[in-house]
Nanobody, 117 residues
Framework: QVQLVESGGGLVQPGGSLRLACAAAGSIDNIFVMGWYRQAPGKQRELVAD???????SYADSVKGRFTISRDNAKNTVYLQMNSLKPEDTAVYYC???????????WGQGTQVTVSS
């Protein structure tokens, strides 16, 4: 079992920045990828960025150059630094982890990000 707790959401003006954090607990040695997803009202949940155990990262085209995913292994925490935020980034952001054996997907509770003037 893996438990994920997100933090760092809030209200920010367009062009501003936020940093989200996702702290993992439990069977963390079994995690091989962690990522951030988001879901806006009336839309499907979509991948924002993920980071593999080996350090490889991937990003949605809509956030490339603005968002950065990183991790602190000592704190078992993954971060999402979001810069140059736009109103269309408004969504609930969810942390996800995927374990190897057994192959399971875990989700955090979500944190609201609102970009508005």
């Amino acid at each position: 079992q893996v438990q994920l707790v997100e933090s760092g959401g809030g209200l920010v003006q367009p062009g501003g920045s936020l940093r989200l954090a996702c702290a993992a607990a439990g069977s963390i040695d079994n995690i091989f990828v962690m990522g951030w997803y988001r879901q806006a009202p009336g839309k499907q949940r979509e991948l924002v960025a993920d980071i593999e155990q080996a350090g490889g990262t991937s990003y949605a085209d809509s956030v490339k150059g603005r968002f950065t995913i990183s991790r602190d292994n000592a704190k078992n925490t993954v971060y999402l630094q979001m810069n140059s935020l736009k109103p269309e980034d408004t969504a609930v952001y969810y942390c996800q982890s995927v374990t190897r054996i057994p192959a399971k997907i875990y989700w955090g509770q979500g944190t609201q990000v609102t970009v508005s003037s």
